[in-house]
T-cell receptor
Framework: GAVVSQHPSRVICKSGTSVKIECRSLDFQATTMFWYRQFPKKSLMLMATSNEGSKATYEQGVEKDKFLINHASLTLSTLTVTSAHPEDSSFYIC?????????????FGPGTRLTVL | GENVEQHPSTLSVQEGDSAVIKCTYSDSASNYFPWYKQELGKGPQLIIDIRSNVGEKKDQRIAVTLNKTAKHFSLHITETQPEDSAVYFCAASKEGGGADGLTFGKGTHLIIQP
């Protein structure tokens, strides 16, 4: 099956700093990737859609200046949490549907646990 | 937008018995319904999916049924095993044109009692 990786798997940072999370599709290309956020014992909430070569589209209520997304290649999307605060602590997960397939089967990365002190 | 309801939130069954998790969706335009299994601290893993042109799909011990008229779909796991213990999420999206993000249900914590 298709493999999606994320790096880092876990990060702890101080309040006010920025953190970058990478999402890579290892064995397929993805013109679109998605970023989700998951609080403990809660469901996944879509934050934004990352589009290769163009601007990301954000869900209602998600600050685009807070969560910067760059999709520079067909296998890499990055999410940067700027000026992080404790309330940004969460599990961030990316997903990608393989390009060129007829459906929208999405494969998820293993997630990144962000803790802001 | 789409709204997905999932029940129950917790389900405990004896090993070997069957487990059923149900979801309803609100947007009649949704036509793709995947199910994911998530273990603690890990990303969701796709276990089965169904599209609206199909009423039922089966893969070994796992099956999914879809009632498009009633806008609900269900996951059935037979002969449950301890390794089936996890949180299960249903989701919905619209296929066609560009890819859409998934709208998830709130999850079901499945506990298999030995």
């Amino acid at each position: 099956g298709a493999v999606v990786s994320q790096h880092p798997s876990r990060v702890i940072c101080k309040s006010g700093t920025s953190v970058k999370i990478e999402c890579r599709s290892l064995d397929f290309q993805a013109t679109t990737m998605f970023w989700y956020r998951q609080f403990p014992k809660k469901s996944l909430m879509l934050m934004a859609t990352s589009n290769e070569g163009s601007k990301a589209t954000y869900e209602q209520g998600v600050e685009k200046d807070k969560f910067l997304i760059n999709h520079a290649s067909l296998t890499l999307s990055t999410l940067t949490v700027t000026s992080a605060h404790p309330e940004d602590s969460s599990f961030y997960i990316c997903s990608a549907p393989p390009s060129g397939t007829s459906g929208h089967t999405q494969y998820f990365g293993p997630g990144t646990r962000l803790t802001v002190l | 937008g789409e709204n997905v309801e999932q029940h129950p939130s917790t389900l405990s069954v004896q090993e070997g018995d069957s487990a059923v998790i149900k979801c309803t969706y609100s947007d009649s335009a949704s036509n793709y319904f995947p199910w994911y299994k998530q273990e603690l601290g890990k990303g969701p893993q796709l276990i089965i999916d169904i599209r609206s042109n199909v009423g039922e799909k089966k893969d070994q011990r796992i099956a999914v049924t879809l009632n498009k008229t009633a806008k609900h779909f269900s996951l059935h796991i037979t002969e449950t095993q301890p390794e089936d213990s996890a949180v299960y999420f249903c989701a919905a999206s619209k296929e066609g044109g560009g890819a859409d993000g998934l709208t998830f249900g709130k999850g079901t914590h499945l506990i298999i009692q030995p």
